[in-house]
């Protein structure tokens, strides 16, 4: 079946140092590919997303992504993390008819000082 | 501008009560969501409308009725809740309905049923 999955629930991080939030995709096509961020209480902001062509994308904050078909992935990376990242990540990609969007279960991120 | 807006922020009501909630966006997009997130758990897809007629029910119970008057506004309708169903909802905007088309979030409604 087609899917999403992230398989890091939680992470923490020290403030400063780099991130990478893992993503995996199971799908026969190449897949379009999203990366939102929820801060607590909030709603989702999209960070950036893949459709095709080069397959590192850069978002926004500072955030980049790498896909790679030969490993069905689609990593989320930043090079030193604020704490102002702290925050639920989520990975989705739309694998249903009217965009119908599925996400993965998410990462939450923590940021130590 | 990519705004989407949802009202209230907060709502807590009886199991007997009935109200609304409340989408608006401004950017021209004809497909419009509306999500479910219970805690500690991503999104999930409840309805979709497109160009203001429902394409998608997720099997939602008929005590969530959705609706959407106008091209701008999308409703949903809550009447004889269950304390389950207390969660965040969620607005979603689209251009379309295409894969391709970005969905941007509101900042939810955070519902309590009593």
């Known amino acids: 079946a087609q899917s999403v999955t992230q398989p890091d629930i939680h992470i923490t991080v020290s403030e400063g140092a780099s991130l990478e939030l893992r993503c995996n995709y199971s799908?026969?096509?190449?897949?379009?590919l999203f990366w939102y961020v929820q801060s607590p209480g909030q709603g989702l902001q999209l960070l950036l997303k893949?459709?095709?062509?080069?397959?590192l994308v850069q978002g926004i904050k500072g955030f980049e992504a790498e896909f790679k078909r030969s490993q069905s992935s689609f990593n989320l990376r930043k090079p030193s993390v604020h704490w102002s990242d702290a925050a639920e990540y989520f990975c989705?990609?739309?694998?249903?008819?009217?965009?119908?969007?599925?996400f993965g279960a998410g990462t939450r991120l923590a940021v130590h000082p | 501008d990519t705004e989407v807006t949802q009202t209230p922020k907060h709502l807590v009501m009886g199991m007997t009560n009935k109200k609304s909630l409340k989408c608006e966006q401004h950017?021209?997009?004809?497909?419009m969501y509306w999500y479910k997130q219970k805690a500690k758990k991503p999104p999930e897809l409840m309805f979709v409308?497109?160009?203001?007629?429902?394409?998608i029910n997720e099997s939602v119970p008929s005590r969530f009725s959705p609706e959407c008057p106008n091209s701008s506004l999308l409703n949903l309708h809550l009447h004889a809740l269950q304390p389950e169903d207390s969660a965040l909802y969620l607005c979603?905007?689209?251009?379309?309905?295409?894969?391709?088309?970005?969905?941007?979030f509101g900042p939810g409604t955070r519902l309590t049923v009593l």
């Open positions: 989705a990609a739309p694998l249903g008819g009217y965009n119908k969007l599925i």
């Open positions: 799908y026969g096509a190449t897949p379009y």
């Open positions: 893949y459709f095709s062509g080069d397959t």
């Open positions: 950017m021209g997009h004809r497909a």
């Open positions: 409308y497109s160009y203001e007629k429902l394409s």
């Open positions: 979603a905007t689209a251009i379309g309905t295409g894969s391709l088309d970005t969905q941007y």
